[in-house]
Nanobody, 115 residues
Framework: QVQLVESGGGLVQPGGSLRLACAAS????????MGWYRQAPGKQRDMVAT???????NYADSVKGRFTISRDSAKNTVYLQMNSLKPEDTAVYYC?????????WGQGTQVTVSA
């Protein structure tokens, strides 16, 4: 069983930056396909960024050029660096880990972009 714990959310002004972290338990972190998703009030949960075991990344069009996903195998942690934040980035951000058919979610961390 994998447990995911997100951190790093908060309130930031438009144009600001935040870095989210997702710490994963377990010894097979390297095998997991990792991702960040977000859900705004009244909307569905959408993919923000994903990273494969080998470090291949994919981003939603709305965050390309602003967000960067990375993973640190030594720390069993995946990060989401968010720059040039916009009010429309406001949402609860969730970490997701997938290995085969096994999918695990973190509890989410709130990101609010407001002046």
């Amino acid at each position: 069983q994998v447990q995911l714990v997100e951190s790093g959310g908060g309130l930031v002004q438009p144009g600001g930056s935040l870095r989210l972290a997702c710490a994963a338990s377990g010894s097979i972190f390297d095998l997991y396909f990792m991702g960040w998703y977000r859900q705004a009030p009244g909307k569905q949960r959408d993919m923000v960024a994903t990273i494969t075991r080998r470090g291949i990344t994919n981003y939603a069009d709305s965050v390309k050029g602003r967000f960067t996903i990375s993973r640190d195998s030594a720390k069993n942690t995946v990060y989401l660096q968010m720059n040039s934040l916009k009010p429309e980035d406001t949402a609860v951000y969730y970490c997701r880990a997938q290995y085969g058919l096994n999918i695990h979610w973190g509890q989410g961390t709130q990101v609010t972009v407001s002046a």
